[in-house]
Antibody, heavy 116, light 112 residues
Framework: QVQLQESGPGLVKPSETLSLTCTVSGGSISNHYWSWIRQPPGKGLEWIGYIFYSGSTNYNPSLKSRVTISVDTSKNQFSLKLTSVTAADTAVYYC??????????WGQGISVTVSS | QSVLTQPPSVSGAPGQRVTISCTGSRSNIGAFFDVHWYQQIPGKAPKLLIYGNNNRPSGVPDRFSGSKSGTSASLVITGLQAEDEADYYCQSYDSSLSSGAVFGGGTKLTVL
């Protein structure tokens, strides 16, 4: 059974870059799409973007100018970078395996607060 | 504003049936993209409930069912139980986002 685990700092200062990593265990990162999704406190789910294991990406237009998703197949990991963060970026960030026909398979999530 | 529209809340008594709607457009649900449903208990990660419009993953009770028609989809829960109280989200993909994912705003189910 594949497992996904997010890691990274829980507190980021305004204007800085949020960096998170998702480690995939119990299965290969190859031949799949991998995604980041976030959920602000008390609000709904927002798709951030996805990456195919080969490196091709697709980002939410509302975040595209600030987002980079990358993959490291040798480490079975993929990562998120979000630049110039503000308080509005405070959220629980989920990594997930994405399949167009069977939906998202989620990590447990990591809470990130943007505050000085 | 979410791309897919869900009612903010629904409620029902134990044993009853409830329906949660999810309305999209021709660029997402009305295109060839499947609809998936997730259940989220507060403080927990979403859990896949229905995939491919009407399929249940292993372990999901058959009290949960999904359907899709035109630009809309529905989640039906029969024989409501207290443990079903949670937030429910529909999800699809959108051709205007180059097949990016879109979510509904979520529906809070209250078991009376």
């Amino acid at each position: 059974q594949v497992q996904l685990q997010e890691s990274g700092p829980g507190l980021v200062k305004p204007s800085e870059t949020l960096s998170l990593t998702c480690t995939v265990s119990g299965g290969s990162i190859s031949n799949h799409y991998w995604s980041w999704i976030r959920q602000p406190p008390g609000k709904g789910l927002e798709w951030i973007g996805y990456i195919f294991y080969s490196g091709s990406t697709n980002y939410n237009p509302s975040l595209k100018s600030r987002v980079t998703i990358s993959v490291d197949t040798s480490k079975n990991q993929f990562s998120l970078k979000l630049t110039s963060v503000t308080a509005a970026d405070t959220a629980v960030y989920y990594c997930a395996r994405m399949d167009f026909w069977s939906g998202f398979y989620w990590g447990q999530g990591i809470s990130v607060t943007v505050s000085s | 504003q979410s791309v897919l529209t869900q009612p903010p809340s629904v409620s029902g008594a134990p044993g009853q049936r409830v329906t949660i709607s999810c309305t999209g457009s021709r660029s997402n649900i009305g295109a060839f993209f499947d609809v998936h449903w997730y259940q989220q208990i507060p403080g927990k990660a979403p859990k896949l409930l229905i995939y491919g419009n009407n399929n249940r993953p292993s372990g999901v009770p058959d009290r949960f069912s999904g359907s899709k028609s035109g630009t809309s989809a529905s989640l039906v829960i029969t024989g409501l139980q207290a443990e079903d109280e949670a937030d429910y989200y529909c999800q699809s993909y959108d051709s205007s986002l180059s097949s990016g994912a879109v979510f509904g705003g979520g529906t809070k189910l209250t078991v009376l």
